[in-house]
């Protein structure tokens, strides 16, 4: 794991690109089906694009079809917190990074044929890759 990071607000907006300072810190979602990494099946990880932290290997991504990348597990438990998200109207589990609390994304219950059952589904602004 990297250092625990805390920034100021305009901090993180030198450090980020706008589209990426809308999800990471403003709780914001990126456009369905026209992302980075939804259709990405490289092996590698991906790391938080805030901070480095890596969150996700690429042999727990699946197509789930909602046109954000999912993942069925987070490389460890301790990469990433889960808050209940009751916002626009829905019942939901925020998933963020514990290196630096920024938004990636929303976790679901609703992958049977993976092994956990569970579908991170992350934007992939908030994603770096790295190819292994």
């Known amino acids: ?55 996700f290997e690429s042999n727990t991504k699946f197509n789930s079809g909602c046109g954000w990348p999912a993942f069925y ?20 589990v925020e998933v963020t990074c514990t290196n630096c609390d920024s938004h990636l994304g929303h976790i679901f219950n609703d992958a049977p044929s993976t092994p956990t059952g569970q579908r991170y589904c992350i934007n992939s602004v908030s994603l770096k890759f790295e190819a292994k």
Request: net charge negative.
């Open 73 to 92: 597990a987070a490389k460890a438990e301790d990469r990433v917190n889960l808050h209940e998200d009751n916002t626009h109207g829905m019942k939901r």
């Open 1 to 55: 794991m990297t250092e625990k990071i805390t920034l100021t607000d305009e901090e993180w907006k030198e450090r980020l690109t706008p589209e990426q300072y809308y999800v990471l810190r403003s709780k914001g979602t990126e456009r369905p089906y026209s992302n980075e990494f939804d259709e990405h099946f490289e092996p590698g990880a991906y790391s938080c694009a805030a901070c480095g932290q890596e969150l």
